[in-house]
């Protein structure tokens, strides 16, 4: 209880990080500022026990939280100051939102009474973040007396509960506070107040941290059908190789192929499922098969995958749906004859049909995906140039075991669907596929490989430009990521678009090339960079994996030519 004594302010902040302490809170983002100052103090106290990690920016300090979230599944604080300092935070906040990754956002505000007179560094804080949170509040102002630390105390509780239940998400709590912001008399004699108080007595019935036990599920009553199939959509369970076995148990009762994205983890403990389906999106593209291969029944396993081949086949077909995720959001955005059962799909067991099921459709579906994957890994395979698409095919091959392995929006996360190759290397899979934005990238993957495990991030030019302040995270920063930059000077997914036929205003407002030199850009915040100059240069800088600091490796492509390889080669594979 160090300084607790000191004044209200400082009492107050001690009850909030104690409680949350006691709850499993590990790890707080702190985010310099003035009227944060009691928290601030507060949590520094709490060392070892919840780790506090200073991070000057605060958009990029709300993506490393949201990183370190998504890394170890469990809650984050992130602590700011008055004024726009939390506005700072509403990328993350979406993305924590639509990801369903629980944070717990901490504002810190002036007293009402400094409110709507232009006091300095005070706006309107209250639901600044409009429908986002799962919760929000904001608290009374400190006082001295047991029935409000009762109350702050249980406020903290429930808004802990909130970060998770029912669904995974951020919880947002305004704390105004009046001066001396420092831990220093304030004109509050606590005397009599902390004679009552009796921290193990107080504490006493704050619930420890435990992971849910599922209950028990009854078979899902899913009609037996000829022509099944399973969708693994986007996905980071947080114990992988259970989640892959659970759907491949699905799959062999039912006897449907599993298309799982290069989101999925499936892909990366291939062995567990024989009748996985890789390159759908490819095989897709061939509009003769994809007829064959319309489905009557399909079991969509979290999110929806990226590809706009596969949600289109399914929007013309209209197949019976069910999706198996334990969230109460609508997971169907094509609105589609669909059944959500709000279930983890560990818990999922289905009962066979009496009658033997056809493996003709599963045939086609296994026939098609051999003949589509040996396409690819013979083209890939043979090409020397630099060219963007190989990089995520490559590094689905010679990633070390395990590697937390960070994928950028636009099209890293595309070419991962389109040309990831199944393997057993239990590769963790992490990405911003929320609200799909570039926002917050670096910080992101730096969240995620923080006392982790060396990680390895594949992003294009522009997401990492539009995230350098992460680099500020570098003195902060306990591990290894290794960036693998595929430099195209500009938007490469924009050249997939009608609009690359218009030029001007095209290059100019949509291609956005910034001639950035990123060796210098790495000298600039002290960070390692390296021009890769072969795929053979690029294989021997990622396996092994350094064990600390951060790395660029920058592999520079043109982009009108990986446009125009793709245009010319997505449709061919499977015809």
Known sequence: MRFAEKNINQLWAYILTETLKRLGLTCAVICPGSRSTPLAVAFAQQAPEIAAISILDERSAAFFALGVA???????????????????????????????????????????????????????????????????????????????????????????????????????????????LAPIPDGHDLTHLLAQFHPEKFFANIPNPQSPIPNPQSPIPI???????????????????????????????????????????????????????????????????????????????????????????????????????????????????????????????????????????????????????????????????????????????????????????????????????????????????????????????????????SSVMLTGDLALLHDTNGFLIRNKFIGHLTIVLINNNGGGIFEMLPIAKFDPPFEEYFGTPQDIDFAQLCATYGVQHELITSWQHLQQRLNPLPNTGIRVLEVRTNRKNDAKWRQENLGKFSS
């Open 70 to 180: 998504k890394a170890t599944g469990r809650p984050v604080a992130i602590v700011c100051t008055s004024g726009t300092a939390g506005a700072n935070f509403y990328p993350a906040v979406i993305e924590a939102k639509e990801s369903r990754v629980p944070l717990l956002i901490l504002t810190t505000d002036r007293p009402p009474e400094l409110r709507d007179c232009h006091s300095g560094q005070t706006i309107d804080q209250v639901k600044l973040y409009g429908n986002y949170p799962n919760w929000q509040t904001e608290l009374a102002l400190p006082s001295p007396e047991m029935g409000m630390l009762a109350y702050l105390r249980q406020t903290i509780i429930y808004s802990w509960e909130q970060t998770q239940t029912p669904t995974a998400g951020v919880v947002h709590i305004n704390i105004p506070l009046r001066d001396p």
């Open 223 to 453: 009609p037996q059908s000829h022509r099944g199939i399973i969708i693994a959509g986007v996905a980071q369970p947080s114990q992988p190789e259970e989640y892959c076995r659970a759907i491949a148990r699905l799959s062999q009762t039912l006897n449907f192929p599993v298309l799982a994205e290069g989101l999925s983890p499936l892909r990366n403990y291939a062995d567990l499922n024989p009748y996985l389906i890789s390159t759908y999106d490819l095989i897709l593209r061939n509009q003769q098969l994809a007829d064959k291969l319309a489905p009557e029944i399909v079991i969509q396993i979290g999110d929806i995958p990226t590809s706009k081949e596969l949600r289109t086949w399914l929007d013309t077909h209209q197949p019976l749906r069910w999706i198996i995720d334990p969230s109460h959001q609508n997971l169907d955005p094509l609105h589609g004859r669909t059944t959500h059962l709000r279930m983890r799909v560990e818990e999922v067991s289905v009962k066979p049909g009496d009658a033997e099921i056809s493996c003709e459709y599963l045939q086609m579906w296994c026939d098609a995906e051999a003949n589509v994957r040996a396409n690819v890994d013979t083209t890939l395979a043979q090409i020397e140039d630099l060219i963007e698409c190989k990089a995520a095919w490559l590094m689905s091959q010679i990633l070390p075991p395990g590697t937390p392995f960070f994928i950028a929006n636009s099209m890293p996360v595309r070419d991962v669907e389109y040309f990831w190759r199944p393997n057993n290397l239990g590769v963790r899979s992490h990405f911003n596929r929320g609200a799909n934005g570039i926002d917050g990238t670096l910080s992101t993957a730096l969240g995620i490989a923080h006392r982790h495990q």
